[in-house]
């Protein structure tokens, strides 16, 4: 198998060039502002030294006057003030980011740091127009500042807290990608992995995964629970269903692998798996010379570990974040329930149009066992499937009762992506 490499995230921070034209109108300003009156002072204190006779005058005057000068005053105050607060932006645009406040107390030193942006030291690049390295961090950041300052306060080049809770906390808060961090990530010893392929059918020591978090200590208490629609004793991969999952079909909802493979004449060897639970799908693959990538996080479940312990390429993503394939690279898009977004329609016509864009023409979207709570919102979706034009070669709608005794509707689709010719 080739080796594959990500480059996960893009910048996604809005930053703005700082203006120094504005900030030296302001400074002129200011300067002008403050010699007027000094004038206007001067010429009080000159004028005071005039005839006795005047004095009645005079004081009467000064009276006028001295109301005229604090009302100065009270302007240069406010100049003063606004210029500071035009100052205060000014240092933000400087930093770069405009939506992370870098300015509040208690922000992590790391995360100033790291989100810095750098002028090129040879000036502009001429291959890519770039002028400065900017650190990608996830705008959606903005609103957990105080998670994200939590989660850039360690120790530089010392041991990173164990707090993998907490990164994957503010991912899931839309805080994504995060920041990079220059501390060293605890090391747990993998003993005892096997060759491929016999990792992946393979039970590991339930010591090389990371419990630290989870309620479930071992994999006997994970396989005792539901974890997700797509995950029940997914953990199981020696005796449970997963061993016949994608080979043995128990009803019609269910495709075997081999007549998905068939449908797609040969031309599959890369695919990606969203929601793949403990990684069944990308294994089935693997034995089918078939790479599969799969994307999941390690909500209530090492699930990242476990995929890798198997031997398979686990992507730490949630479906929140644009793909990070290139448009028109994958022969095959797995997707089981992982695709359910709350019935928000908008959010799953754009997680919709990124998948047909990593897909190729001629490459198969394969929803399985996609569930809809009834009929309605199953419409629903497949007006949004059907706007993308693909060929259905395969299309089973079935019903199954949950155990509350109430019914679900499940579609199964194999989709073939059209060659859009414009
Ligand atoms: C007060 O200001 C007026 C001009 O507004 C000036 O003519 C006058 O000399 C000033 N009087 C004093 C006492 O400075
Ligand atoms: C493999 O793991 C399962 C739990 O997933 C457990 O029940 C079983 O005893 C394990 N088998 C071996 C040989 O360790
Ligand atoms: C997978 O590739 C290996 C090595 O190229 C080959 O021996 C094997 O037959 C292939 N398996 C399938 C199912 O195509």
């Not at 096997?194 to 393979?202: A, C, E, T």
């Not at 990606?272 to 799969?294: H, K, L, P, Q, Y």
């Not at 890798?308 to 730490?316: I, Q, S, Y």
């Not at 198969?364 to 497949?382: H, I």
């Amino acid at each position: 198998m080739g080796s594959v490499s990500l480059k996960v995230g893009d910048g996604t921070a809005r930053f703005k060039r700082a203006s120094f034209c504005s900030s030296a109108v302001n400074v002129l300003m200011l300067f002008s502002v403050i010699t007027t009156n000094l004038f206007a002072l001067y010429a009080f204190t000159y004028s005071t030294k005039k005839d006795s006779q005047t004095t009645h005058l005079i004081l009467h005057h000064t009276q006028k006057n001295i109301s005229l000068i604090s009302e100065q005053v009270s302007l240069i105050l406010r100049e003063i003030e606004s210029s500071q607060k035009k100052l205060a932006q000014m240092e933000k645009e400087l930093l770069g980011y405009e939506s992370i406040d870098l300015s509040k107390p208690n922000v992590a030193n790391e995360l100033k740091v790291f989100l810095q942006h750098h002028l090129l030291p040879l000036g502009k690049d001429s291959r890519t127009g770039i002028t400065e390295m900017v650190a990608s961090v996830g705008h959606s950041c903005e609103k957990s500042t105080d998670l994200l300052s939590q989660y850039m306060n360690y120790k530089v080049n010392g041991p990173c807290p164990n707090d993998w809770i907490l990164a994957q906390k503010l991912i899931l808060k839309g805080c994504e990608p995060l920041p990079r961090r220059r501390c060293f990530a605890e090391t747990i010893p993998k003993v005892g992995l096997q060759p491929f392929p016999f990792s992946l059918w393979k039970n590991v020591s339930e010591k090389i995964y990371s419990w630290s978090g989870l309620s479930c200590k071992n994999l006997a208490c994970l396989n005792s629970k539901k974890l997700n629609r797509d995950c029940a004793g997914c953990f199981d991969i020696i005796n449970g269903y997963e061993t016949q999952k994608y080979v043995k079909g128990r009803g019609k909802n269910d495709f075997l692998v081999d007549d998905v493979l068939a449908m797609g004449s040969g031309g599959i060897r890369i695919g990606f798996d969203i929601g793949g639970g403990s990684g069944t799908f990308a294994a089935r693959m693997a034995e089918r010379n078939v790479t599969v990538v799969t994307a999941t996080l390690n909500i209530d479940a090492p699930f990242n570990e476990f995929i890798a312990a198997r031997g398979l390429f686990p992507v730490f993503l949630s479906l929140d974040h644009r793909f990070p394939f290139y448009d028109n690279v994958v022969d095959l898009v797995h997707a089981a329930n992982g695709l359910d977004v709350g019935g928000r329609p908008e959010k799953l016509e754009f997680l919709m149009f990124d998948i047909d864009r990593i897909l190729r023409a001629g490459g198969l979207l394969w929803l399985d066992n996609f569930y809809s709570s009834n009929e309605d919102k199953r419409r629903a979706l497949t007006r949004i499937i059907e706007q993308f034009g693909y060929k259905k070669l395969k299309w089973v709608v079935g019903e199954k009762i949950n155990g509350a005794g109430k019914s679900e509707v499940y579609l199964s689709a194999v989709l073939q992506k059209p060659a859009r010719v414009r």
